[in-house]
């Protein structure tokens, strides 16, 4: 159960209206949560926004996986692997993943995944951003990097909060597409 109250769009645009023209946060518990915090949560979402822009959507989605599981965040896990699976990631690639079975990976979801793990343990290799060049651009693998570090962020907000997933846990090896 939340240790903070969980309101709705409707609640946090009320209590800063100036901010949102419009708010869809919908049954996620996690942006519900950071709605107690309505000046945090619009910038949250403007940054957000410009990381998602900067990134292809399967690179976003790989590292989103991967510093989930790095984190064994449920919570970001389960909201992210449909997700995952809308932008065209497969199956396969996710259970990979979720089971930490990483050279089954095509090279550039390794290199991401790789990445991921190594950003968040604070290890990053010349050879493993390197790895990252042969198929990301700078701007791109700086999004990454930022990406990552946002999404530890919110694992750890997500912990702190105890938000558990809306429905049932998908696992960390799904079964279905």
């Known amino acids: 159960m939340s240790r903070v109250p969980l309101p709705d769009a409707s609640e946090i645009t009320d209590s800063a209206p100036h901010l949102f023209e419009s708010l869809s946060v919908g049954e996620l518990q996690a942006a519900q949560a ?17 990381l998602y822009a900067s990134l292809p959507a399967d690179c976003r989605e790989l590292a989103i996986l991967a510093t989930a ?8 896990w389960h909201q992210h692997v449909e997700i995952a699976q809308d932008v065209g990631i497969e199956l396969s690639a996710i259970q990979d993943i979720g089971s930490r079975q990483f050279e089954a990976l095509a090279p550039p979801a390794q290199a991401v995944v790789e990445a991921v793990r190594a950003q ?7 050879q493993q ?20 570090g946002h999404y530890t962020g919110v694992a750890q907000f ?9 429905t049932a846990f998908v696992g960390w ?5």
């Open 34 to 50: 950071m709605g107690n915090a309505p000046h945090a949560l619009a910038g949250l979402l403007g940054y957000m926004d410009g």
């Open 69 to 76: 599981r790095y984190h064994d965040s449920e919570y970001e």
């Open 120 to 126: 968040c343990a604070g290890r990053l290799t010349d």
């Open 129 to 148: 951003y390197d790895a990252l060049t042969e198929h990301y651009t700078t701007e791109e693998i700086v999004a990454l990097s930022m990406l990552v």
């Open 158 to 166: 997500i912990e702190a909060m105890d938000l558990q997933p809306e």
């Open 173 to 177: 090896r799904p079964l279905t597409e």
